[in-house]
């Protein structure tokens, strides 16, 4: 068949049995344009095709926002850690080259996701183990070269993740992904990894700008990945004495209704905790910041009883 670039015109003579079923995306060899991959037959089947859900298997939860500082690391660990507390086992993936997770749970793994990923480790020996039923996948500087290496792939390398971690398919009951600030080839893995997304909108800073615009890039994955859904949104640092945060908090709750979760309030104990490597929950277990936190666990897990 052949492929014409959308940006360069040019043309490709492909193979097509030689891709993968699964593949949706086409890097242009002359431009590196990446653009959508529509088999000649089915192709409105295969735009509307959503990958398979795994029966019983793990809800995968992605933490996600392309703007900076809004919480997505402390409600990924929080969230991570208190669903562990209560039995479930969870797997923690970072997908950030901070490696902040690593940093806040006060561990410091010497491999982590790109080395699973690479074949250089057996799963085991990639997961560390950084509290009961809580499994790390760290992130951090390593997570540069795997951007490369997904880059450089002509075909699928958006789903290299996602034919990864489905190893763990069995092993675990939840899969609460963290990623990066911006919008970079690791983010649109875990978009096409995860089924859920939670998204952390920072009543202090947060424009619904910036969520609208965040969403509409979510959109346009939503045409290849059906099942992914918008799940959660997260109003974080809410602070009453501004008067910005209840207005932006009432327009979201208009905007999203039941999607929408408790606040975290702006709570100093929050920022202290990761400077000893501990969760909140940890660290100051009767603060609000931990009170609010399980709240956001009562929701995800839907047990109003937990913790009570
Ligand atoms: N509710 C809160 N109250 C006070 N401080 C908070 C709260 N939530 C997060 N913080 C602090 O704000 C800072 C940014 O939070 P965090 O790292 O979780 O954001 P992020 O969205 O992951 O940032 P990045 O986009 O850089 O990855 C951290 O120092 C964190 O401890
Ligand atoms: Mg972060």
Redesign the pocket.
């Known amino acids: 068949m052949i492929l014409t670039c959308p940006q360069c015109k040019k043309q490709h003579n492909i193979d097509e049995r030689r891709i993968p079923p699964n593949v949706k995306m086409a890097r242009c060899k002359y431009c590196e344009h990446r653009f959508p991959f529509v088999r000649e037959e089915k192709s409105s089947e295969t735009l509307q095709e959503a990958p398979d859900k795994t029966a019983g298997g793990p809800r995968k939860i992605g933490v996600s926002l392309s703007k900076?500082?809004?919480?997505?690391?402390?409600?990924a660990v929080n969230l991570a850690a208190g669903l562990a507390c209560t039995g479930h086992k969870v797997l923690l993936v970072d997908t950030?080259t901070?490696g902040?997770d690593s940093f806040m749970l006060g561990v410091t793994p010497r491999a982590g996701l790109t080395e699973l990923v690479t074949d250089e480790l057996e799963p085991d020996e990639a997961l560390f183990e950084a509290r009961e039923n809580l499994w790390l996948l760290a992130g951090g500087k390593s997570l540069a070269g795997l951007k490369r290496l997904i880059d450089r792939k002509d075909f699928g390398g958006e789903l290299t993740m996602a034919e990864t971690l489905c190893k763990f398919d069995k092993r675990f009951d939840y899969i609460i992904v963290d990623t990066?600030?911006g919008w970079d080839p690791l983010t649109v893995n875990v978009l096409f990894y995860v089924d859920e997304l939670l998204i952390?909108v920072s009543l202090e800073v947060m424009t619904l700008q910036g969520l609208v615009e965040f969403l509409n890039s979510i959109a346009a994955i939503q045409k290849y990945r059906k099942n992914i859904s918008l799940r959660y949104i997260l109003p974080?640092?809410l602070d009453k004495r501004v008067r910005k945060s209840e207005g932006v908090l009432g327009k979201l709750t208009d905007l999203y209704g039941e999607r929408m979760c408790s606040p975290?309030?702006?709570?100093?104990r929050?920022?202290e905790a990761?400077a000893y490597g501990q969760t909140i929950y940890e660290y100051a277990p009767g603060s609000p910041?931990a009170h609010d936190y399980r709240e956001l666990i009562r929701k995800v897990a839907d047990k109003p009883g937990l913790f009570k």
């Open positions: 900076g500082g809004v919480g997505k690391t402390t409600t950030d901070q902040q990066s600030p952390p974080t640092f975290i309030r702006y709570n100093v929050i920022s990761p910041g």
